[in-house]
């Protein structure tokens, strides 16, 4: 079975902090993708990286920044945090067919 | 852009009935896939089904079977003789084609579906 962890559960942090949130999957899958999911709006992409180094913007990546320094940990940055990037974070794994996810990070920005 | 729209926000079912979740979609890619996630309170995401477009016949996978309309751009998941455990969040799930090798999957706003013992 895949393994995609997240490291955190839950997160508390406050405005202005830099904040990162890991992802690590276990199956050598290519494909690694980060979402935020918002009550009424589902998922929404956030970035997604297909190999070490590359990454590829989604629908919102205002606010955020990622990094994949070895295939199987893909990082999300949130540079200076604000109260409007409190929400669920998913990260998922692919070898192009279905997604993998982790169990998500629920952040909270004070 | 492809989009994916699920215009249910929550359902009801009663135990051991059958529910059908809506979904659609807008693409003009001819070969793509479609899934449907299962979220439940401990948050994971669990695939439940999947459909690859080229294939006529509908996926199935024991009580949980869907509806793929190619043409009409429509893939409802159905659920038999539901159970407590099927209460959960169910989003469908769209994978397009990215560019350069890569794909993007994209997501409805999902449906919550209650199970009423």
């Known amino acids: 079975d895949v393994k995609v962890t997240q490291s955190s559960r839950y997160l508390v942090k406050r405005t202005g902090e830099k904040v990162f949130l890991e992802c690590v999957q276990d199956?050598?899958?290519?494909?690694m993708f980060w979402y935020r999911q918002d009550p009424g709006l589902g998922l929404r992409l956030i970035y997604f990286?297909?190999?070490?180094?590359?990454?590829e913007k989604g629908d919102i990546p205002e606010g955020y920044s990622v990094s994949r320094e070895k295939k199987e940990r893909f990082s999300l940055i949130l540079e200076s945090a604000s109260t409007n990037q409190t929400s669920m974070y998913l990260c998922?794994?692919?070898?192009?067919?279905?997604?993998?996810f982790g169990n998500g990070t629920r952040l909270t920005v004070t | 852009a492809q989009t994916v729209t699920q215009s249910q926000p929550e359902m009801s079912v009663q135990e051991a009935e059958t529910v059908t979740l809506s979904c659609t979609y807008d693409?003009?890619?001819?070969?793509?896939?479609l899934f449907w996630y299962k979220q439940p309170p401990s948050r994971q995401m669990i695939l439940v089904i999947r459909?690859?477009?080229?294939?006529?016949q509908n996926a199935t996978e024991n009580r949980f079977s869907v509806n793929f309309q190619k043409a009409a751009k429509s893939f409802s998941l159905k659920i038999s003789d539901s159970q407590l455990g099927d209460a959960a969040m169910y989003f469908c799930?769209?994978?397009?084609?990215?560019?350069?090798?890569?794909?993007?999957?994209?997501f409805g706003t999902g449906t919550r579906l209650k199970v009423l013992a």
């Open positions: 998922a794994s692919s070898l192009g067919k279905p997604l993998h």
């Open positions: 199956m050598d899958h290519e494909n």
């Open positions: 990286s297909y190999d070490v180094k590359m990454k």
């Open positions: 693409t003009s890619e001819s070969d793509y896939y």
């Open positions: 459909q690859e477009a080229y294939k006529q």
């Open positions: 799930a769209y994978r397009s084609y990215g560019g350069s090798g890569t794909y993007k999957y994209i």
